[in-house]
């Protein structure tokens, strides 16, 4: 069984940083697709960064040199590191996995993050 578990994310003051963790269970992690999205209110899912089965990384323009995204391979865990954040990041936050052939996806079961002041 495929599991996706996030932990994490709360509130924060612009500026501040907060973190996302995503656990995974029932596949390959580290030969697959993962991903972070998110959806502010009123507002369609975004991918806010991907990381490729290679380990390469990429992070939509509005988060880029502020989020970091990380994997470790062993405990079949991916972070999320966010930094100066804004009140436009505030949302559910998903992490997302798949695999090469793209064929299917898995969910985590989302984590708030609200940035006010």
């Known amino acids: 069984q495929v599991q996706l578990v996030e932990s994490g994310g709360g509130s924060a003051q612009p500026g501040g940083s907060l973190q996302l963790s995503c656990t995974v269970s029932?596949?390959?992690?580290?030969?697959?697709?993962m991903s972070w999205y998110r959806q502010a209110p009123g507002k369609e899912r975004e991918l806010v960064a991907r990381?490729?089965?290679?380990?390469?990384?990429n992070y939509a323009d509005s988060v880029k040199g502020r989020f970091t995204s990380s994997r470790d391979v062993d405990k079949k865990t991916a972070v999320l590191q966010m930094n100066n954040l804004k009140p436009d990041d505030t949302g559910i936050y998903y992490c997302?996995?798949?695999?090469?052939?793209?064929?299917?996806?898995?969910w985590g079961q989302g984590a708030q993050v609200t940035v006010s002041s």
């Open positions: 990381t490729r089965p290679n380990g390469t990384t």
């Open positions: 029932g596949l390959p992690f580290g030969s697959w697709y």
């Open positions: 997302h996995s798949m695999p090469p052939e793209r064929d299917r996806a898995y």
